[in-house]
Each structure stands twice: as C-alpha cells, then as structure tokens.
C-alpha cells in the first residue's frame, strides 16, 4: 500500500500541466508503490471562449494566446506543440475531456488499475500536437479506445451520470483546498503544496522528505 498521497489538480488544456506531465511519470516510475497520485480536474478552460476573450482580447485575441503558448513550450523542449494550436480546431470547454477522465478513474477504481495518467497524457498529446478537438465527444471516446480501454463502460458511467458526479466532487474539492491554479500538487494532508512550472527535483524532495519522516512526524520541506 503506497505510503505518500498525492493530490494533482489540473486543467486538460493547460499548458503548464502539459510540460509537468513528464514530471508526473517520472515520479511514478521513481516511487512506484510509495506513492499514489489521485488526479483531480479543475475549471481553468470551462469556458474557453469566455477566458481568451477576458483575458486576450486586448493582448492579441487567440493568436496572442497561440503565441504564448508556443514561447512557453519552446522553453522546455521535451514536448511537441502543433504551430496552430488555439488557432484552429479550438475545444469549446475542457469539461467534457474532464468528465471522461473522471469515468476512467472510476473505473480504475472498481478494476484495481490505474489508466488516467495514460489517458491524460494521450488527450494532451491529441490537443498539442494534433489539434484534435477534445471537447467533441467522438474524440474522446476515440482516444480512450486508442488506449485500450473499453469505451462502452465509459459510456454508461458519462450517461447515467457517475462521471459527471465525480467531476462535481472534483471542482467541490477544488473550492475546499482553495486550488486557483494548474497544475497544483498538494501533499502530507493538505499541508504542503506545490503550484505551477515546479521543477521536478523539488516535487522530489517533498516526496523523500515525507518518506524519510516518523510516523506523525512533521516534514522539514
């Protein structure tokens, strides 16, 4: 039984978890079992007409926003970045790609596996790289099938409601823990937290530093 809990809260569409996704892995592979990652969706891209029109229109609109993304993804190097992203094939709202997620992890949770961070890595990839539309349903469940996972229980948690329900909790949770920003990854019970373009490194030594600490003891990160 993994011994560190990890809370991730992040947004499909954001750019921020997309380049920290490696970090995600690679801290999977480093720690195994002495960690559990639960992977939370927040409401960043809701609305994305809403939000680029608010926060864009005087700085360019979305080929402002398009750019920023782009020097963002140029800073990091380890992941690809389609030349027309947000300018074409644009999602109208990172809820419903959240809503599927949120079927595949109760799923996972009732097949004792562990397929969303696969799955999320894939629909970042679909949205980065290759402009697929990931708040068309279709495409969706597309990529979920790409990944080897069965997509009419997928249907049936998003159409009797389960998935949304669970995506309900998930914003709720959001609002609880007072989560404004993705990614954020918070540990030892809500006590530490790490938001945003977080190295690797540190995300490393909040974990051995929890690890290494006694029972009810309190970590020095």
Known sequence: MASILIQHHSD???VWAYVSQVRLEELEREFDD???I???WLQVFGSVGDKLYTNWRDKGGTAGYSTHVKDIVARFGHVPVHPEIWQAETPSSSLPAHAVLCAVRLLDADEDRCRVTQLACAIRRAFFCDLVDVSCRRNLLGIVEACGIPVPRIE???DNGAAWAALSADLDLAREQNVRASPTLIFNEGRQRLTGNVGYRVIEANVR???QAP????SWC
């Open 12 to 14: 499909i569409l954001c």
């Open 156 to 158: 049936t948690l998003l």
């Open 34 to 36: 002495e960690i559990a």
């Open 209 to 211: 530093e929890l690890l």
């Open 215 to 218: 029972a009810g003891g309190q």
């Open 38 to 40: 639960e992977h939370h």
